[in-house]
């Protein structure tokens, strides 16, 4: 049976997601920004934790794992190289490792940038990719302790992976990077339908994420610093893509 996946909204724009195995009963939790939504979205639907998986350290993802914890004793999964910052981890990882949940290969990929030991949690079986605040939908996270070059590689290792990959990305930023999106490509017919769309989910109170990575690499001006067409209207035509993409992380950073 297929996993499902839920969006729990948390805070005032963060989203924490639960994977849930409906044959094995085993439910994962993705970052823990507060303990109520989550666990109020765990008693309506009768689920139990089992995993709790960090993407980072910062506050509005972990705030709310100890009162998770000790309320159902899941096994807690993080970066090793960031166990110093990180709530008590029973299982380290790090990238290109893998570990099973309810029968399938979780893959873990190491995305530094926004922070130097930020991981991302690939389940190619269920088709989807966690990624807390490396890729967004229609951005990206901040430069925060990486480097535009450490960022430009992990957003590139998450765009190779199947277009049909669910990103579930952490946060409610849709709308204002889609106004952004439209200063780099204003006449990218793929992000006019796509912010109409946002528009009337948000109107409606739907969440923006998760979303398609396929729709990412046609719509995400940071997954598309490296396309000529982009560097064109940049006038950076003749420059590397990593700087092509610093180019557009700092316009969004001053937008």
């Not at 705030?63 to 807690?76: F, I, N, S």
């Not at 008590?88 to 399938?104: I, P, R």
Request: overall charge negative.
């Amino acid at each position: 049976m297929p996993l499902q996946i839920v969006t729990v909204p948390c805070l005032g724009d963060n989203y924490a997601f639960l994977v849930h195995s409906p044959e094995t009963g085993e439910t994962a939790l993705v970052d823990a920004p507060e303990e109520f939504p989550i666990s109020q979205a765990l008693e309506t639907r009768g689920w139990s934790l089992s995993h709790i998986l960090i993407t980072h350290h910062h506050g509005d993802h972990i705030d709310g794992l100890g009162a998770l914890r000790a309320a159902c004793g899941a096994q807690v999964i993080g970066a090793g190289a960031d166990a110093h910052r990180l709530p008590k981890l029973d299982l380290a990882v790090g990238d290109g490792d893998s570990f099973d949940f309810a029968g399938q290969q979780v893959q873990v990929i190491d995305v530094p940038g926004h922070t130097i030991g930020h991981i991302a949690f690939y389940i190619a079986g269920a088709g989807a990719v966690f990624t807390g605040d490396s890729l967004m939908a229609l951005g990206c996270g901040r430069v925060f302790e990486g480097t535009f070059d450490q960022m430009w590689a992990s957003l590139s290792k998450l765009a190779a992976l199947p277009p049909g990959t669910m990103v579930c990305s952490g946060h409610e930023y849709t709308a204002a990077n889609a106004r952004f999106a439209a200063s780099i490509e204003p006449d990218n017919r793929d992000l006019q339908t796509r912010t109409a769309a946002i528009a009337k989910a948000r109107a409606d109170g739907t969440p923006t994420v998760p979303s398609m990575l396929a729709e990412e690499l046609k719509t995400n001006p940071f997954l598309r610093a490296g396309l000529p067409g982009v560097k064109a209207i940049l006038d950076m035509s003749d420059q590397p893509d990593a700087a092509v993409f610093a180019e557009i992380r700092t316009r969004k950073d001053n937008f």
